[in-house]
């Protein structure tokens, strides 16, 4: 296998924005099987609750008071608001709300929300150009393999670097998606992904903030505007991904080229993709479903003294702020999760509301929590153990928490998420039509009629 952990720059690599571009540009519609296809709308369908359910958060009412600043034409829908915007606007907003609940779908090879970025970007082209739903889908599952293909190339170098690797992969995703619904040729995707690798976003050091979803909404923005520059005949390096001073040498340590070339047009990395029960970063959903898992064997949090968390060095790396000031910081606590999980048995958006995360009884569960790092524990799992105050011990080893591929949420799961997001900003009745043109999406001959539902 062709990987270089070397700081040397690779001299040979294949011409993989080529052969992306080429991918993108020819393959042909619904080229993939059934179970791929039904795997777009589901990843739809989960992006699509997260926008609206977020679409009344302060972060995207700052959002939509900065860009109407620019007096946008109304060319697009905001997700669950009455305001239109241009598309590279709608492309930013609705990439900020689909990820701000940090309830967005996960490929869990890379940590990357893929959809955030991809939809965000070719929902609002589609809706100004009236693409059919059959373009749409194409696109998504196109923009989706190559953000994630690429992420394959350079995870974990690139991450531990401090990337946010969804904005950075997230602006090629969005790239391809749109030269896709644009019928860009090969030779002008290949420009759209190389403008689009010269704009990639987002660092770690912003989780916890509303910048942290800013990431993919810019990825989203960036990668529609390179589609559109490239169509005009705007010109890149035609090797911006792989060249020594490329993207993926640039922002990485290691680049493993055949994580895109192999079985490109084959294996399709939405298959991948899984959907959060719980809203918060995925690396604490063990121990969430741990403590769901034990608060159903009679754990409480008046009756616990002690819960003992042996975890993967990530979920502290990542999640470990033992006292969250907001919700926000929140979704990157293990300590809220637990908690949230002891007390209400869930960890949907509710239990990250401000007022939840700095609530008494809340905060002195999360400081009974201790977590101690154990690298022989995969990253996916956990081993909690509740001390009760009249000393009885009760364990549970989460090896696959619920979302995850081996216990995956069934259609049944996104619909009642979607719900639970949806009614309260659109209602049950819109909500309801939502859903089912979502499923339907496919064959929709114009994607206004469900953007008319969704706003």
């Not at 179970?35 to 302060?58: D, I, K, P, Y």
């Not at 549970?396 to 995850?404: L, M, N």
Request: with cysteine; charged share 20%.
């Amino acid at each position: 296998m062709a990987v270089n952990t070397k700081v040397e720059a690779d001299q040979n690599a294949p011409a993989v924005t080529r052969i992306l571009a080429e991918f993108v540009a020819t393959h042909p519609s619904k080229g993939w099987s059934d179970a791929v296809e039904h795997e777009a709308h589901r990843t739809f369908l989960n992006w699509l609750g997260c926008a609206v359910g977020a679409s009344q958060h302060e972060a995207v009412l700052a959002a939509m008071r900065a860009v109407q600043v620019l007096e946008p034409a109304a060319q697009a829908m905001i997700a669950g608001r009455q305001e239109r915007v241009d598309i590279g606007s709608a492309a930013l907003v609705n990439g900020i709300s689909s990820h701000l609940f940090d309830f967005d779908d996960t490929h869990l090879k890379t940590i990357i929300h893929p959809a955030g970025p991809v939809c965000s970007a070719v929902l609002a082209l589609a809706e100004h150009t009236g693409a059919s739903g059959r373009q749409l889908i194409d696109a998504i599952v196109l923009g989706i393999d190559v953000a994630c293909r690429i992420g394959n190339t350079i995870y974990p170098h690139h991450y531990d670097r401090g990337w946010h690797i969804t904005g950075s992969t997230g602006s090629l995703g969005a790239a391809a998606a749109c030269a896709r619904l644009l019928g860009l040729n090969t030779d002008k995707t290949a420009m759209a992904l190389g403008i689009a690798a010269s704009q990639p976003v987002g660092l770690r050091e912003q989780f916890g903030t509303m910048t942290k979803p800013f990431h993919p909404g810019g990825a989203a923005r960036a990668g529609l505007m390179s589609a559109l520059l490239a169509r005009e005949g705007f010109t890149a390096s035609p090797r911006a991904i792989e060249a020594p001073r490329g993207f993926a040498q640039v922002v990485s340590t290691k680049f493993d080229w055949n994580e895109i070339t192999d079985e490109l047009g084959q294996r399709f990395e939405i298959s991948f993709n899984a959907y959060k029960p719980f809203a918060c970063g995925i690396v604490i959903h063990p121990s969430i479903d741990a403590c769901v898992q034990l608060r159903e064997q009679g754990v409480t949090a008046d009756n616990l003294e002690r819960l003992d968390l042996r975890v993967h060095s990530l979920v502290l790396e990542l999640t470990g702020k033992k006292e969250p000031a907001d919700g926000l910081q929140g979704k990157f606590s293990v300590y809220h999760g637990c908690a949230a999980g002891l007390i209400f048995g869930r960890a949907s958006e509710d239990e990250y509301d401000d007022a939840i995360v700095n609530r008494e009884d809340v905060v002195a569960t999360r400081r009974k929590v201790v977590a101690v790092v154990d690298d022989t524990i995969d990253e996916a799992a956990v081993e909690a153990t509740a001390t009760l105050k009249d000393g009885k011990r009760l364990q549970v080893r989460v090896d696959h928490a619920i979302g995850s591929l081996q216990r995956p949420m069934t259609d049944d799961d996104l619909v009642a998420k979607f719900a639970a997001m949806s009614v309260p900003v659109l209602g049950e009745e819109k909500t309801r039509q939502l859903i089912q043109q979502c499923w339907d999406l496919s064959a929709a001959g114009d994607v206004r009629a469900l953007v008319a539902q969704a706003s």
